[in-house]
């Protein structure tokens, strides 16, 4: 059983590109997480997701950032024309369920925004 | 305002010697505690995760403890071996929510 996958592990971007990072989780996992971690910070949530639906986005900024997790395929946290201030690691997390559920942990995707 | 600080913020410490980490929180109502090693450049490892009923947990060479009177936990590590060095993140979790709030953490380095 393959762990959480994050993929791409590091992205370059220049001011106003757009960046997709995308994560699979665990077989089996129908939660997924969103955190990001900013240099020297601890990490910070961003969104929890269902297969197919938002359940708590209160961590995401309003603007340019959105994510969404399809019926089929990896949970894609899209932030639309990048600024400087977006340069972090962004980690996914998955669990079987909610509360106390251990949540599994991906690489992280770390962005470079130029 | 739900939040975790953690104390030391960095640690150094010799091969086999033993060390305590120190976690306090604020989150309320709360649901459950987790303890996280992240070594650097990857994501986080959960070492243990306690809930309101229970105070203390081992997994391995790691013992944490919970005081949910006094909201700290400790996390215990016993002869310290150099793959020890990582980050150790204290992260509480509130009843009826999803979110994790996570601590700065503790950067620990073990020498030989």
């Known amino acids: 059983n393959a762990g959480v996958m994050q993929n791409p592990r590091h992205l370059v971007r220049r001011r106003g590109q757009e960046a997709r990072l995308r994560c699979s989780p665990m077989?089996?996992?129908?939660?997924v997480y969103w955190y990001r971690q900013l240099p020297e910070e601890g990490l910070k949530f961003m969104v929890y997701?269902?297969?197919?639906?938002?359940?708590?986005e209160s961590g995401m900024p309003k603007e340019r950032f959105s994510a969404e997790f399809p019926k089929e395929g990896p949970s894609i946290l899209r932030i639309q024309q990048v600024v400087r201030g977006d340069s972090a690691a962004y980690f996914c997390?998955?669990?079987?369920?909610?509360?106390?559920?251990?949540?599994?942990f991906g690489p992280g995707t770390r962005l470079t925004v130029t | 305002k739900n939040q975790v600080e953690q104390s030391p913020q960095s640690l150094i410490i010799l091969e086999g010697k033993n060390c305590t980490l120190q976690?306090?929180?604020?989150?309320?109502?709360?649901?459950?505690l987790r303890w996280y090693k992240q070594d650097t450049g990857r994501g986080p490892v959960s070492l243990t995760i306690?809930?309101?009923?229970?105070n203390t947990k081992s997994n391995g060479r790691y013992t944490a403890t919970l005081d949910a009177d006094t909201k700290q936990s400790s996390l215990h590590i016993t002869a310290s071996q150099l793959s020890d060095s990582a980050s150790y993140i204290c992260?509480?979790?509130?009843?009826?929510?999803?979110?994790?709030?996570f601590g700065t953490g503790t950067r620990l380095q073990v020498f030989p």
């Open positions: 997390a998955s669990s079987p369920g909610r509360e106390n559920y251990e949540q599994y």
């Open positions: 077989k089996g996992h129908s939660h």
């Open positions: 997701l269902q297969k197919e639906n938002i359940i708590d």
């Open positions: 976690c306090n929180y604020t989150v309320s109502p709360f649901s459950n």
């Open positions: 306690m809930t309101f009923s229970e």
């Open positions: 992260v509480v979790s509130a009843r009826n929510t999803d979110k994790l709030i």
